[in-house]
C-alpha cells in the first residue's frame, strides 16, 4: 500500500561540496530523509527508472537504506540495485550506475566526516553518467526542499540486504549484488595485475589502512586475494558503523598510525589509507609523505606506464585550490590542463566530453575516466603499478620528479568550527579588499593578482561563482581562502599555501619552513587572529 505522508519544508536542506551532510540525529529526524529524498525523486523522476543505492556503512545506513527503497517503489521507480547490506564505496557506485546503464544513484555517505549516532550522515544523488549531480540539479532539489507538502512512502517489511539476489519490493525489483566483484574487475582492467603480483611475490611490503570504514572489503579482495600481498596488509579492515571512532580522513593527523608506522624503522615499502566512502586516498613512501598534489603530478607524468592508460592522457583537470605542479606536467606532455572549482562534479563535464583523463584535488582526491568519482584504491593501485614498472622507491620517484619539473611546495592550513559569523565577516573583508591588493608588499613578495575565482565549465557553458579567493604573487607564490562546504559544525577556514621552487637547489625542503612567508602573508591579508581569535591551525596537510 502507497502512502502520502503530510509533510512540510524543513530548512537547510541545501546540497554543498558533496552532497547534503548534516548530524545524524538531525537526519533521523521527522521527514528529514524523508523530504530531501522526495525532492530528488521530484527533480529526477523516478517512474519506470532504474537506480543504485549504497553507503559507506556508518550509523543510520541501513536504516536509511530502506526508507529509501520503499520511497523508489512507492514513487514507481522499476529496479534498484543495491550493494550487499546496503553497502557501497563511492567509486563502486559511480562504477555499477555506468555499468549498468542505470537512471542515476543514491550514495549515503559524509564521506571523510566522522560517523555514528552524534556524528555525521549524508546522501548525495549521481547522475547517469556516474558523477555527482552538478550545482544546477542540486539547487532544483534544494528548491523543492523548500516547497514540499507531501511524499510517497510503500507500507512494507524491510527487504533483507544481506542476501545477494532479486526481491520484490511493491512491483519493484530490488537486485542485492556483491559491492566488490565489479569494481575489482574492473580495477583488473586498467592495472596490470601480473606485475604487481610478481612485486609482492618479490617480497614488497604495504600498508594499507582503511580506517574501520568502507574499502577495507575491496582493498582485501584485490591486494590480498588478488594481488597476493601478505594476509594483514590491510587494518581496520573491517567497516564499522561509527568508524571505530577513527576519523575517517586520510590524512598524516587522522591516518597517524600509519604515518608512525611509515616514518618509522622498519617500514614497509609503501603505505596507503583511504576514507570514509572509500573516494579519498593518502599516499606515503617509507620515510616520505606524498602530497596531494604531488601524487597528482607524479600519477600524471606516469601513467602511461599502466596499461589503462598506455595511450596517454588527453588532458589533467585539477580543482583550483590543488598545487600546479600538475600543469607542469601538462606542458612538459603537450596535454590538455584545467583549472575547476572544489568539488568533484566539476571535473565530470571535462571526462564525458573526453578532455581530461586525469582529475585530483588537493584534498586527497584522484581519479580518472574509469568511473566519475574520485578513486582511493584506484590511485593506490596506480602508484603500485608505476612502483612496480619503475622498481624505484616513492622517495626515489619524488626525487627524480622534483629535479624535472621542480617542486611546488605545498600545504593546506584548516581553522575547524569558527562561528560562522566571524569567518562570513572574515571573508567578506577579504573579498571587499581584493581590488586594492594589487602592487602590494608582502613579506618581501609583491602581489601580482588577486581576485574571487569565477568557473565557466568549458564544455556546457555554466558559471560558477565566488568559488574561493586568490592572491598570487609575481614570484608565483599563492594564497587561496575559502570556506569548507561539508561541514556540519560552524565554518571551516580552508587556507591553501603555495610557492614554486625550481631547482635545482632548494627541493628538499620543510613545506611549513618553505612556505613561512607565504604564511605569515595570508595571516596578515585575511586579519585572520582579528576576525577569528585564532593564530593556529587546526588540521596541517
Ligand atoms: C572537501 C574538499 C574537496 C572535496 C570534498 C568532498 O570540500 O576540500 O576537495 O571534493 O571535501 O570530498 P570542502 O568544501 O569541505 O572544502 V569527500 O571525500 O568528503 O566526498
Ligand atoms: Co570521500
Keep these: 500500500m502507497i502512502t502520502t505522508v503530510a509533510t512540510q519544508p524543513i530548512a537547510g536542506q541545501k546540497p554543498g561540496t558533496s552532497g547534503l551532510r548534516k548530524k545524524t540525529p538531525v537526519f533521523m529526524g521527522p521527514h528529514y530523509l524523508e523530504n530531501f529524498v522526495q525532492a530528488i525523486f521530484d527533480v529526477v523522476g523516478a517512474s519506470g527508472k532504474t537506480f543504485v543505492l549504497g553507503g559507506d556503512g556508518r550509523y543510520f545506513n541501513d536504516r536509511a537504506a530502506q526508507v529509501i527503497l520503499r520511497m523508489a ?10 550493494g550487499q547490506g546496503a553497502v557501497l564505496s563511492t567509486p563502486a557506485a559511480s562504477h555499477l550506475i555506468r555499468l549498468n546503464k542505470t537512471d542515476g544513484g543514491i550514495i549515503m555517505s559524509a564521506s571523510h566526516n566522522p560517523g555514528g549516532p552524534e556524528e555525521d550522515f549524508g546522501v548525495k544523488f549521481n547522475m547517469p553518467n556516474g558523477g555527482p549531480a552538478p550545482e544546477g540539479v542540486t539547487e532544483a532539489m534544494f528548491q523543492r526542499t523548500t516547497e514540499i507538502t507531501a511524499y510517497k512512502m510503500l507500507e512494507a517489511q524491510d527487504v533483507d540486504l544481506n542476501a545477494i539476489g532479486r526481491h520484490d519490493l511493491g512491483g519493484m525489483i530490488v537486485d542485492v549484488v556483491d559491492p566488490v566483484a565489479d569494481y575489482a574487475d574492473l580495477m583488473e582492467t586498467l592495472f596490470d595485475f601480473p606485475a604487481l603480483r610478481a612485486l609482492f611475490a618479490g617480497g614488497f611490503r604495504m600498508r594499507m589502512d582503511s580506517m574501520c570504514a568502507v574499502t577495507g572489503p575491496y582493498a582485501v579482495e584485490i591486494l590480498e586475494n588478488r594481488l597476493g600481498a601478505a594476509p594483514g596488509t590491510v587494518t581496520h579492515a573491517t567497516p564499522l558503523p561509527d568508524f571505530g571512532g577513527m576519523h575517517p580522513d586520510p590524512n598524516p593527523t587522522w591516518a597517524h598510525e600509519l ?3 611509515m616514518m618509522g624503522a622498519d617500514a614497509p615499502d609503501f603505505g596507503a589509507a583511504s576514507d570514509g566512502d572509500g ?3 593518502m599516499v606515503v613512501g617509507r620515510g616520505i609523505y606524498v602530497s596531494p598534489s604531488d601524487s597528482l603530478a607524479v600519477l600524471a607524468a606516469n601513467a602511461h606506464l599502466a596499461p589503462g592508460y598506455a595511450k596517454g592522457l588527453a588532458g589533467v583537470a585539477r580543482s583550483m585550490p590543488t598545487s600546479a605542479a600538475a600543469d607542469r606536467v601538462a606542458d612538459a606532455l603537450g596535454i590538455a590542463k584545467f583549472e575547476t572549482p572544489t568539488g568533484w562534479k566539476f571535473f565530470g ?14 584534498s586527497f582526491g584522484t581519479g580518472s575516466d574509469h568511473v566519475r568519482e574520485k578513486d582511493g584504491l584506484w590511485a593506490i593501485l596506480l602508484w603500485l603499478n608505476i612502483l612496480a614498472v619503475r622498481k624505484q622507491s616513492v622517495a626515489e620517484i619524488l ?5 624535472r619539473f621542480g617542486r611546488n611546495y605545498y600545504s593546506r592550513h584548516d581553522f575547524e568550527a569558527i562561528a560562522t559569523d566571524k569567518a ?20 618581501g613578495m609583491t602581489i601580482a593578482t588577486a581576485d574571487d575565482f569565477a568557473y565557466t565549465d568549458p564544455v556546457d557553458g555554466s558559471v560558477s561563482a565566488k ?19 561539508t561541514g556540519t559544525e560552524g565554518a571551516t577556514l580552508r587556507v591553501y599555501l603555495e610557492r614554486y621552487s625550481p631547482g635545482p637547489e632548494g627541493l628538499d625542503h620543510d613545506p611549513q619552513e618553505a612556505l613561512a612567508p607565504v604564511i605569515r602573508a595570508a595571516h596578515g591579508l585575511a586579519r585572520l587572529a582579528e576576525f577569528t581569535g585564532r593564530t593556529a591551525p587546526d588540521v596541517v596537510t
Design 279 to 281: 573516494d579519498r586516498n
Design 467 to 485: 568559488q574561493g579567493v586568490r592572491i598570487i604573487f609575481d614570484d608565483g607564490s599563492r594564497i587561496v581562502m575559502r570556506l569548507s562546504g
Design 259 to 261: 604515518m608512525d608506522e
Design 424 to 443: 562570513d565577516a572574515m571573508m567578506a573583508a577579504l573579498r571587499a579588499s581584493l581590488a586594492d591588493l594589487r602592487g602590494r608588499e608582502v613579506e
Design 399 to 403: 626525487a627524480e620528479h622534483w629535479a
Design 73 to 82: 517503489a512507492a514513487n514507481g521507480a522499476a529496479r534498484m540495485i543495491v
Design 349 to 362: 563535464s571535462l571526462l564525458d566530453a573526453g578532455r581530461a583523463t586525469l582529475c585530483g584535488e588537493e
